[in-house]
Nanobody
Framework: QVQLVESGGGLVQAGGSLRLSCAAS????????MAWYRQAPGKEREFVGV????????VYADSVKGRFTISRDNAKNTVYLQMNSLKLEDTAVYYC?????????????WGQGTQVTVSS
C-alpha cells in the first residue's frame, strides 16, 4: 500500500502563490504516476496535472497550464504543486493521487485533500 499526506493549503489573495506538498510513504517503489486533482464546491473532481514518477515528465490541464508546476523530491518521496497567479476559480480542495502497480495489479491511492481558498 501507499499512504499520501497533503499539506500546504490555505487562504491566499488572487494573484498570489501557494505550494502544496504530497508526501508518499509505504511501497513508494511501486508508484508509476503522481497526480493532482481538485474539487470545487458543487462541482465534480477535475484533473489538474500529473507527473511520471520515473521520467519526471508532466502534463497539465489547460486551466492551469503556465501557472501551476508539479515537481518532486525523490529523496523525500514528495511531490509538490507550485501554484502561481492564483485565481478565484482555483478555490477547491486539492487532492494528490498515486497510480501504482503491485505484482502487475494496478490501483490508485488518494490523499485526504487540502483546502485552497483564493480571495479577492
Amino acid at each position: 500500500q501507499v499512504q499520501l499526506v497533503e499539506s500546504g493549503g490555505g487562504l491566499v489573495q488572487a494573484g498570489g502563490s501557494l505550494r502544496l506538498s504530497c508526501a508518499a510513504s509505504g511501497r513508494t517503489f511501486s508508484i508509476v504516476r503522481m497526480a493532482w486533482y481538485r474539487q470545487a464546491p458543487g462541482k465534480e473532481r477535475e484533473f489538474v496535472g500529473v507527473l511520471s514518477w520515473s521520467g519526471g515528465s508532466t502534463v497539465y490541464a489547460d486551466s492551469v497550464k503556465g501557472r501551476f508546476t508539479i515537481s518532486r523530491d525523490n529523496a523525500k518521496n514528495t511531490v509538490y504543486l507550485q501554484m502561481n497567479s492564483l485565481k478565484l476559480e482555483d478555490t477547491a480542495v486539492y487532492y494528490c493521487a498515486a497510480d501504482v502497480v503491485i505484482t502487475l495489479v494496478p490501483s490508485n491511492y488518494w490523499g485526504q485533500g487540502t483546502q485552497v481558498t483564493v480571495s479577492s
